[in-house]
């Protein structure tokens, strides 16, 4: 390398805006006068690094700033729909409803506060009853459409509070009581309590929650936790700390039952989450859908 040229390139371009004394060095000193050349000027260009990382920083603190603003944001807004996302309105399905008219009968259900459930019966009133708990945003009319009928079974189910077109708005407190009154309701039927209890989704808490010793349990793609079910929608958005939701399954009041308890996995995007929740049951039968129809799979779950 031309040290001569490396030096004038030193001497008349990059240090035009930077001079340096010459401290008397004479011709003779030129690789001195080189290293003194190059020191100060790391030293000038120590400042100019110096204001770029300050810079750096203060962006980087800025746009942490206005993420953290938003992630509280949305844990904020999330805190505020917490009943709706706990407690889900089911909306009005015509195509399930025209499916059933002519097979079903029309129920209602007074509650203690006044207000009347709509309600569905598929099947002879003497045979013995299945009460259906419908996932929150389900339409009751949705299941039977789905089964279409059991032989030797009469199916019962009510919409909840606000779904479909029962009037209302459900939460913790009116979704438990509702369901004890739902199935006083179905005992109405045919004078005998249900046999079979049947949830889907939140509705295996009811169910759960309703068995004495003698009925046979049926949970399609529970929940057995609403907070874990918030929690694992929306990750590190919602913590389940922050959740207040304290809708889930009594265990305690479970533990002598679960010999009468059959878990079936029907859609395939609720698999993992019902895996989850059977391992949390000692005792219950797995069944998995694979194609078969849904009604095969209440049969097979009868047979146990």
């Known amino acids: 390398m031309n040290f001569k040229v490396i030096r004038k390139a030193i001497f008349l371009g990059i240090f035009k805006e930077h001079p340096i004394p010459s401290f008397g060095l004479s011709t003779g000193n030129r690789r001195e006068s080189f290293f003194l050349t190059s020191f100060f000027y790391i030293c000038a260009q120590m400042q100019n690094i110096k204001t770029f990382l300050k810079n750096a920083l203060f962006r980087l603190l800025r746009i942490a700033g206005i993420l953290l603003v938003i992630y509280v944001s949305m844990i904020f807004y999330l805190a505020l729909t917490e009943r709706r996302n706990a407690f889900p309105r089911a909306i009005y399905h015509k195509e399930a409803n025209e499916a059933i008219k002519a097979k079903a009968k029309t129920l209602s259900c007074s509650l203690e506060d006044g207000l009347v459930l709509e309600g569905f019966s598929l099947g002879k009133e003497t045979d013995p009853t299945l009460l259906y708990y419908p996932e929150a945003d389900e339409d009751a009319a949705q299941f039977l459409a789905q089964v279409d009928s059991l032989s030797g079974i009469n199916i019962v189910t009510f919409n909840y509070r606000g779904s479909a077109q029962n009037k209302g708005t459900p939460n913790e407190e009116n979704f438990t009581q509702d369901a004890i009154q739902i199935a006083e309701c179905a005992t109405q039927v045919n004078g005998n309590p249900p046999q079979i209890l049947v949830g889907r989704g939140m509705g295996a808490i009811l169910a759960l929650n309703q068995q004495t010793q003698q009925e ?3 949970l399609i793609d529970p929940i057995l936790d609403i907070a874990d079910a918030i929690h694992q929608k929306y990750g590190f958005l919602y913590p389940k700390f922050l959740v207040r939701t304290n809708f889930k ?13 059959t878990v079936v996995s029907d859609r395939k995007q ?18 998995i859908r ?14 146990r």
Not at 249 to 261: A, E, G, S, T
Not at 274 to 281: D, G, I, P, R, V
């Open 290 to 303: 694979n194609g078969e129809s849904l009604q095969k799979m209440l049969f097979l779950a009868f047979k």
């Open 249 to 261: 399954v009594n265990f305690d009041n479970l533990k002598n039952k679960q010999n009468n308890i």
């Open 270 to 287: 609720f698999e993992n989450r019902t895996h989850l929740e059977y391992s949390k049951l000692v005792n219950a039968k797995l069944l």
């Open 216 to 218: 046979q349990v049926i």
